[in-house]
């Protein structure tokens, strides 16, 4: 049995996403509006590279991300995403966005826990296997 | 004669009542409500309901579950923390997967004079309010009384 690949476009969506800026308004104490601006996905990291695995192909996504001096790279299995690694599938109940598939958002999510919202420094390894955690409860 | 109001007076919860643990055992239907939120609207005033459903390994309690044991006192405490960072946000920002990133700072407070700043985060899906995930970040350590 070969080896499960990932569906091509998930390289450009998840790019895409990684690369965006949002309208983001913040709040004071009170509650009032202080300030609309454009903030990156990324916010304080910068994407290096974004692409399949050199010698694993499409069975492996390699993301590199810098950050105040510090090279994080995230490894993605397309095994450890069975049902979702062809990215052609939309979930409503959890995918609301217009023109993603399940698979990049997913994934922007799982990067933004693992990775984004962390500080550079308080990261302590430069390798990061996203995935979804073993022990996640199942329905 | 004066009159000392009980607590349950003036203090208004700002968190939903909840269970001590959400039901999503093994069997639980993915639609199961966990919890409803009052959420501040990012483009008008007023409020929306943000739903936590049981959800899978994508989204909802199931998926957040394991960021619980990550941030401070258990369910009731994380649950709390979504609702405040829900209902009174510093930032809400809207991302092109869909999602709304909503954070709030938590102080964590300790009798012996100092406290933890977290930021706590949510993400609902902007369409629906249906949350996706959430999590509390713990930043730096203030060796002072709480403010």
Redo the contacts between chains.
């Keep these: 049995m070969g080896r499960m690949e990932f569906g091509p476009s998930v390289v450009p969506e998840l790019r ?2 990684l690369l ?1 800026t ?6 004071g ?1 009170d ?1 009032r509006l202080t300030e609309v601006k454009q ?1 990156p ?1 990324l916010e304080q990291w910068h994407l290096s590279e974004l692409d399949f695995d050199p010698d694993l192909g499409r069975s492996r996504l390699v993301c590199v991300l810098t950050g105040a001096g510090k090279t994080v790279t995230a490894t993605i299995d397309a095994s450890d995403f069975p049902d979702l690694r062809d990215n052609t599938s939309i ?10 598939h ?1 698979l ?3 994934l ?2 799982l990067i ?2 693992q990775i984004l ?2 500080d550079p420094a308080d990261i302590r390894t430069d390798q990061i296997r996203i995935r ?2 073993a ?5 | 004669m004066p009159v000392t109001a009980g607590a349950s007076a003036w203090y208004v919860a700002s968190a939903p009542v909840i269970a001590a643990t959400p039901g999503c055992g093994k069997g639980a239907n993915v639609r199961k409500v966990v919890a409803t939120y009052k959420a501040k609207k990012h483009d008008a005033g007023g409020y929306r309901t943000d739903t936590l459903y049981c959800g899978n390994i994508r989204y909802g309690y199931r998926h957040l579950e394991p960021h619980i044991g990550q941030y401070f006192g258990g369910w009731a405490s994380f649950s709390f923390a979504m609702a405040q960072t829900l209902k009174a946000p510093a930032t809400i920002g809207v991302q092109p997967n869909g999602n709304y990133k909503e954070t709030a700072p938590i102080y964590q407070c300790f009798y012996a004079g100092y406290y933890v700043i977290w930021t706590f985060i949510v993400i609902p899906e902007i369409s629906s309010g249906a949350i996706v995930t959430a999590y509390g970040s713990k930043g730096k350590t203030v060796h002072e009384s709480c403010p």
């Design positions: 895409e996403i965006s949002g309208e983001t308004a913040f709040y104490p509650g903030v996905f979930s409503p109940e959890w995918n609301g966005s217009a023109a993603y399940d990049a958002v997913h922007s999510v933004q826990e919202v962390r979804i955690p022990d996640r409860a199942k329905p």
